[in-house]
C-alpha cells in the first residue's frame, strides 16, 4: 500500500476479530516505532506490547476512554518523558508510525488517551518519570474498513502565504 493511501484509508478501529495477527507483524509495528524520528533525536520513549485475554483486559480497567482495547489482539502501551516539552508530539508521531505500518499488513487499530494513571502504573510497572501518553489497540477488523472519512475540508484547514488567504493551489 502506498503512504497517501495507507493515510487516506486507515480509520480508528474499536472492534477487531479473533484472528491472531502473527508475531512478524507485531514485530514490524514495534520497529515502526523505533524508527520514529523524535525530538534531538532523544528516543525517551518506551513501548510495552500487552498480549494475552488477561493483561488486554487489565489494560481495559485502566482505562476511563478505551475499554475496548479487551477485544483487540495486542496493545501497546507509549510512554513519554515529560520533562521534555516536546513528549507528547513524539508520543503521536511514533503512535501514528505504528498504526500506518499496522494497516500496511491489514491489520487495524484504535488509539486511546484516557487512562487512569495510578493504576496502570501499578498493573504494568511503569517508572515514576514516564508518562503514558497513548495506548494503541492492534488486531484484524471484523468487516471491510470503507475509508471514509468524516474530516472538514481543506479549504477550512490550510492557508496561502497568511492565516486566512485562500489556497491558490
Ligand atoms: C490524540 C488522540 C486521542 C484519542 N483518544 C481517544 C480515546 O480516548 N478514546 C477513543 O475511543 N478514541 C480516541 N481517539 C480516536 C479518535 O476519536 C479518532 O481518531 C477520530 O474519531 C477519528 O477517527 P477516524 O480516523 O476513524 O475518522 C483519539 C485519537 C487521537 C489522535
Same mark, same amino acid.
Given at each position: ?54 493483561? @488486554?483486559? $487489565?489494560?481495559? *480497567? ?7 482495547? =479487551?477485544?483487540?489482539? !495486542?496493545?501497546?502501551? &507509549? ?40 493504576? @496502570?502504573? $501499578?498493573?504494568? *510497572? ?7 501518553? =497513548?495506548?494503541?489497540? !492492534?488486531?484484524?477488523? &471484523? ?27
Amino acid at each position: 500500500m502506498d503512504t497517501y493511501e495507507s493515510i487516506a484509508t486507515k480509520l480508528d478501529v474499536r472492534e477487531f476479530s479473533s484472528r491472531p495477527v502473527p508475531a512478524e507483524i507485531k514485530r514490524k509495528v514495534l520497529e515502526a516505532a523505533r524508527l520514529t524520528q523524535s525530538g534531538n533525536n532523544l528516543q525517551h520513549w518506551r513501548f510495552i506490547l500487552v498480549e494475552g485475554k488477561e493483561n @488486554l483486559k $487489565r489494560l481495559a *480497567g485502566d482505562s476511563t476512554s478505551g475499554r475496548w482495547v =479487551a477485544g483487540a489482539d !495486542f496493545a501497546v502501551i &507509549v510512554l513519554t518523558n515529560p520533562k521534555y516539552p516536546f513528549h507528547l508530539l513524539d508520543a503521536g508521531r511514533a503512535t501514528q508510525d505504528m498504526q500506518l505500518a499496522a494497516w500496511n499488513y491489514g491489520v487495524a487499530s484504535g488509539v486511546y488517551t484516557g487512562i487512569d494513571r495510578r493504576a @496502570l502504573a $501499578r498493573d504494568f *510497572g511503569i517508572p515514576e518519570e514516564l508518562n503514558p501518553s =497513548a495506548v494503541v489497540a !492492534f488486531g484484524y477488523p &471484523v468487516k471491510k474498513i470503507i475509508g471514509k472519512k468524516n474530516r472538514k475540508p481543506l479549504s477550512e484547514l490550510a492557508f496561502q502565504d497568511k492565516y486566512g488567504k485562500k489556497l491558490a493551489i
